[in-house]
């Protein structure tokens, strides 16, 4: 079994829908878990930064992190053209240490 | 806000040559990292330093790598003598405190291609 699963994707989805995405993962050693937004032929773009269960918001995105379930998930409200982008979901077992990201799930954003 | 960055954005070499990636993390913080992603894969952990010395490496970090922070604001990674598999987009990554709120920061990255 993989640590950390993601639906590739690709995720295709009207303007001003909402944008659904998650991953599972295995190790229950993870404790923060990060969203990561990758423009082609560039470097990740930290969205969301989350420790420990529950639900965290920042103007569209909301995380929400289930450690009973080892599920975290992202959603993107009012999706615009320029979401359309890949999304990396990212877990640590302890600050410092080092990063086992998902796959990424492509997203498409269509006008 | 502050960002990290990477020199050069696109590198060509041949095949056995030595390769440098620089990196400027993020001024104050502590932990630093390399990552690679080889085209339509996983970005993959290569190490992390902190407090000038290595904290941890990946089984990809062979005796052909290393890294070293030369002076209070550069991070290079070095890459002795390159195959063709080391071709990938090469990430550096910088975090703060290392005490829980830390995320990492990632940098544009260096294209590396080898020939």
């Known amino acids: 079994q993989?640590?950390?699963?993601?639906?590739?994707?690709p995720l295709s989805v009207p303007e001003g829908a909402?944008?659904?995405?998650?991953?599972?993962?295995?190790?229950?050693?993870?404790?923060?878990?990060?969203?990561?937004r990758q423009y082609s032929r560039k470097g990740p773009e930290l969205l969301m930064?989350?420790?420990?269960?529950?639900?965290?918001?920042?103007?569209?995105f909301t995380a929400q992190v289930d450690k009973s379930s080892k599920y975290i998930s992202l959603f993107i409200r009012d999706s615009q053209p320029s979401d359309s982008a890949t999304y990396l979901c990212a877990m640590n077992k302890a600050a410092g240490n080092k990063l086992t990201f998902g796959g990424g799930t492509r997203v498409l954003v269509k006008p | 806000?502050?960002?990290?960055?990477?020199?050069?954005?696109?590198?060509?070499?041949?095949?056995?040559?030595?390769?440098?990636?620089?990196?400027?993390?993020i001024s104050n913080h502590l932990y630093f990292y390399w990552y690679r992603q080889i085209l339509g894969q996983k970005v993959e952990?290569?190490?992390s330093f902190?407090?000038?010395?290595?904290?941890?490496?990946?089984?990809?970090?062979?005796?052909?790598?290393?890294?070293?922070?030369?002076?209070?604001?550069?991070?290079?990674?070095?890459?002795?003598?390159?195959?063709?598999?080391?071709?990938?987009?090469?990430?550096?990554?910088?975090?703060?405190?290392?005490?829980?709120?830390?995320?990492?920061?990632?940098?544009?990255?260096?294209r590396l291609t080898v020939t």
């Open chain 1, 2 to 9: 993989k640590e950390v699963e993601q639906d590739p994707g």
């Open chain 1, 18 to 36: 909402i944008v659904s995405l998650n991953c599972t993962y295995s190790n229950s050693a993870f404790q923060y878990f990060m969203w990561y």
């Open chain 1, 49 to 60: 930064y989350t420790y420990s269960s529950g639900n965290k918001e920042d103007g569209r």
């Open chain 2, 1 to 25: 806000e502050p960002e990290v960055t990477q020199t050069p954005s696109h590198q060509v070499t041949q095949m056995g040559q030595e390769v440098i990636l620089r990196c400027v993390p």
């Open chain 2, 45 to 47: 952990f290569l190490v």
């Open chain 2, 50 to 110: 902190y407090n000038n010395e290595i904290s941890e490496k990946s089984e990809i970090f062979d005796d052909q790598f290393s890294v070293e922070r030369p002076d209070g604001s550069n991070f290079t990674l070095k890459i002795r003598s390159t195959k063709l598999e080391d071709s990938a987009m090469y990430f550096c990554a910088s975090s703060g405190t290392g005490l829980g709120n830390s995320p990492l920061h990632f940098g544009n990255g260096t």
